[in-house]
């Protein structure tokens, strides 16, 4: 049997219920710094994954940055070429490398 009034009893209840909701909260603060940390660590994997192709990277660069100069020179052999109706003469300009008449 006990000895305790009940004014004791709910009031020792109420600190219980404190503290179980304080550990709550604080567990759930945890669980999200973990999961942010698990979060960071395979993004830094991925970024040092990307670190170390670094170099394929850069060739891959090259290799389009080539690409967009032989698209550009084709666009400009085309706009040079004589006779072509989308030359810049035919629409009544002038082009812009020809020296004034």
Known sequence: MTSE????AAAVERELER????????????????AERRR??????????????LEEHLAN???RWGEVRDFFDDV???????GDPQEPEA??????DDPPA
């Open 91 to 96: 629409e009544g300009g002038t082009d812009r």
């Open 61 to 63: 660069a090259t290799v």
């Open 5 to 8: 009034r009940p004014e004791d």
């Open 40 to 53: 960071r660590s395979a993004e830094h994997a991925a970024q040092h994954a990307e670190i170390d192709r």
């Open 76 to 82: 400009i052999t085309h706009l040079r070429a004589p």
């Open 19 to 34: 503290i179980v909701a304080e550990a709550e909260t604080r567990l759930a603060e945890v669980r999200r710094e973990l």
